[in-house]
């Protein structure tokens, strides 16, 4: 199974300060056919299901504020909160669906503000 | 809107039988591949099951597989999770999530519902 690995587990940041979060697969999760990694990024705040921020690595979901943006190919990727905002508080997931199944979650990075 | 409204937690004794339920509403169910995710208390999400369109696929964590079964009706626009020799471990806030495939292969989770709390406890 693919392995998730996010770095840091938790971190605190100022507001108005960028929040960079990077999540490490075992395997490349880029698909050489399409050219798409097959990576998301969840948002999850207290009480509250995941939220669907980024997918492909970066192809940011309807809604979300441009302040989210996703990069990174093949085993390494990164999400970054610009601008960090109150309401930016959360644990953070990245998922790999390349390899499936199993589908397999990071261990999540919890966010704060400094 | 589009919306997943899943039921049937609970607290249950351990080597018993439990089954959640997912409604859906909102989009066409019968062309979208369905998923199951828990989280254990302050823990992780974990992914536990994925069924197909059609309910002719199936697959499932190691840690469940034999215990538990996803199913299906697509004339209900209902998700299903039996939950059979329940263990203190699968404890958890148990999520259903709809993706963008037919089979759940390479999928991506768009929505989620609210979750349904199962307690594993004598």
């Known amino acids: 199974d693919i392995v998730m690995t996010q770095s840091p587990d938790s971190l605190a940041v100022s507001l108005g300060e960028r929040a960079t979060i990077n999540c490490k697969s075992s395997?490349?999760?880029?698909?050489?056919?399409?050219?798409?990694?097959?990576l998301s990024w969840y948002q999850q705040k207290p009480g509250q299901p995941p939220k669907l921020l980024i997918y492909?690595?970066?192809t940011r979901e309807s809604g979300v504020p441009d302040r989210f943006s996703g990069s990174g190919s093949g085993t390494d990727f990164t999400l970054t909160i610009s601008n960090l905002q109150p309401e930016d508080v959360a644990v953070y997931y990245c998922l790999q669906s390349y390899h499936t199944p199993p589908y397999t979650f990071g261990q999540g990075t919890k966010l704060e503000i400094k | 809107q589009v919306q997943l409204v899943e039921s049937g937690g609970g607290v249950i004794q351990p080597g018993r039988s439990l089954r959640l339920s997912c409604a859906a509403s909102?989009?066409?169910?019968?062309?979208?591949?369905l998923h199951w995710v828990r989280q254990a208390p302050g823990k992780g999400l974990v992914w536990v099951a994925v069924i197909s369109y059609d309910g002719g696929n199936e697959n499932y964590a190691d840690s469940v597989k034999g215990r538990f079964t996803i199913s299906r009706d697509n004339s209900k626009n209902t998700l299903y999770l039996q939950m059979n020799s329940l263990r203190a471990e699968d404890t958890a806030v148990y999520y259903c999530?709809?993706?963008?495939?037919?089979?759940?292969?390479?999928?991506?989770?768009?929505?989620w519902g609210q979750g349904t709390m199962v307690t594993v406890s004598s």
């Open positions: 492909w690595a970066s």
């Open positions: 999530a709809r993706g963008t495939s037919w089979f759940g292969e390479n999928d991506v989770f768009h929505v």
């Open positions: 909102g989009f066409n169910f019968e062309t979208h591949a």
């Open positions: 395997q490349s999760v880029l698909f050489i056919s399409n050219n798409k990694n097959y």
